[in-house]
């Protein structure tokens, strides 16, 4: 891929992150709704901040990306790649003070699996995830690889709450379980082994939501599938949704998708 387009993409979430943080520091509130975006829900000002980011930057940018994000929906610049960008996954975590959410940021032409390259930034922490497909992953610089095997003591990230489903609540009584409100980061988690599992039951994720998340965990040695155990793969659109099942490795996937 070309570096000047990966360059592009570190840019847009390098200033995604601190703009917010200048923001916050100034005690400015981010939380109000100002609209509904490009995939039917509200949009809050704090995501419209980091879009209107990714937005002046591929304006800008001499090599032409179109831009598929939740708010706008798609911008077609008649470019060989898009960015499928998540402006901040988690925003009920920012705007209530929680400190879990990101920018997701991924480079790919038609589906899924045609994404190449993903950065997940915790804006709370500074914190970087980057993956280039075939390149490996890395955390902060550091390459990363998911562990042979899980923790004696499975720890999984569930989503909970009004999301929850059947398939998912077989798991909240077993180990130890955490929902933490932001699938790009939690899937970055088990990439790093923080986490041993995340499980998103329902049919409820946009590919904005997991693009760049997926392709770091598959390059760190963890898999990514959904919740029937099919290799999962989807369009580049705000139309489908898909459940997400994300593991460390296939022994343990294999062993969730057949309950």
């Known amino acids: 891929m070309n570096s000047e387009v990966k360059e592009i993409a570190l840019k847009i979430t390098k200033s995604i992150y601190r703009k917010i943080r200048s923001l916050q520091s100034q005690g400015i509130n981010l939380g109000r709704n100002i609209g509904i975006g490009a995939d039917g829900t509200p949009t809050e000002y704090i995501d419209k901040i980091a879009e209107d980011i990714a937005i002046r930057y591929i304006k800008k940018s001499k090599i032409p990306v179109n831009l598929l994000s939740e708010e706008v929906g798609y911008i077609d610049r008649d470019g ?3 960015f499928v960008l998540d402006p901040i996954d988690g925003t009920r975590n920012a705007i209530r003070g929680i400190p879990f959410y990101s920018t997701s940021l991924a480079i790919g032409r038609d589906t899924l699996d045609s994404v190449e390259y993903g950065i997940v930034l915790n804006i709370p922490t500074g914190d970087i995830f980057i993956a280039e497909k075939g390149h490996g992953a890395y955390f902060n610089n550091k390459q990363i690889f998911t562990p042979d095997h899980p923790s004696s003591s499975i ?7 009004r999301n929850v489903d059947d398939f998912t609540l077989q798991f909240v009584k077993k180990d130890n379980v955490r929902s933490l409100g932001a699938a790009s980061l939690e899937m970055s988690m088990v990439a790093i082994g923080a986490v041993d599992f995340y499980i998103m ?14 392709l770091i965990l598959r390059e760190a040695g963890g898999v990514v599938r959904n919740r029937r155990g099919d290799e999962l793969d989807m369009p580049l659109n705000l139309d489908e949704r898909t459940s997400v099942v994300a593991a460390c490795n296939e022994f343990l996937l294999n062993k969730i998708v057949s309950l």
């Open 155 to 161: 720890l999984s990230s569930l989503n909970l709450g």
């Open 80 to 82: 060989e790649y898009t």
């Open 201 to 214: 039951g329902r049919e409820y994720l946009r590919v904005t939501d997991i693009a760049a998340s997926t």
